[in-house]
């Protein structure tokens, strides 16, 4: 592994199912981040965690659970997914949590909910 | 909150000059990024400004004014690969990014 990387790549998920989405990173950063992208809105940020064993909840959280058990991964959870969960979900890492930190990105999971 | 403004989309031509613009309105200030994002890819990082002026990278600068909040990102020398969308992106007090919804810059031939 290299960087970051998201699984799956892509999903169709039937609405009220639970759907986990997995983000592993290897380059021993402390903060981790979930946005979705949707068209004409931008990324937004869902949730976030500063260090292994806290986590945050960022301007759309509704709907989303996150745990960071360790410091290489940060899963996304929807526990009953609904349509308006269609997106692009990226996860992203950064040194630290503060503002000067470049943050990278993962390829992203395309998740669709019908 | 933030308030993040830029243009949608932008067209030039191979070889000019483009200038994204990005407008902000934050409860606190700790920078400005600039993002690069491919069709189907991930962002990737191009610039941060934290201090008013520019910075220059190669073809690409970012300019930064904290009193009129606005940056601007200078793409020189277009090349076919530089079309992508171009994220404007604050962080404030808390250190979180705010994202503008991107500029999608398209260079013709």
């Known amino acids: 592994i290299a960087g970051i990387t998201q699984a799956p790549t892509s999903q169709i998920l039937a609405a009220g199912r639970r759907m986990t989405l997995r983000c592993t990173q290897d380059m021993r950063h402390n903060a981790m981040y979930w946005y979705r992208q949707d068209l004409g809105l931008g990324l937004r940020l869902i949730h976030y965690?500063?260090?292994?064993?806290?986590?945050g909840k960022g301007e759309v959280p509704d709907g989303y659970s996150v745990s960071r058990a360790n410091t290489d991964d940060f899963p996304l959870t929807l526990a009953s997914a609904v349509p308006s969960q269609t997106s692009v979900y990226f996860c992203a890492s950064s040194d630290e949590a503060g503002g000067y930190n470049e943050q990278f990105f993962g390829p992203g999971t395309r998740l669709t909910v019908l | 909150g933030q308030n993040i403004d830029q243009p949608t989309e932008m067209t030039a031509t191979e070889g000019a000059i483009v200038q994204i613009n990005c407008t902000y309105q934050?409860?606190?200030?700790?920078?400005l990024f600039w993002y690069q994002q491919h069709a189907g890819e991930a962002p990737t990082f191009l610039s941060y400004?934290?201090?008013?002026g520019l910075e220059e990278k190669g073809r690409f600068s970012s300019f930064l004014s904290r009193s009129k909040g606005y940056s601007y990102l200078l793409l020189k020398e277009l090349q076919m690969k530089d079309s992508a969308s171009y994220l404007c992106a604050v962080t404030n007090n808390d250190y979180k990014l705010s994202f503008g919804a991107g500029t999608t810059v398209t260079v013709r031939a």
């Open positions: 965690s500063n260090t292994a064993g806290t986590t």
């Open positions: 400004n934290v201090l008013d």
């Open positions: 934050t409860s606190g200030f700790n920078g």
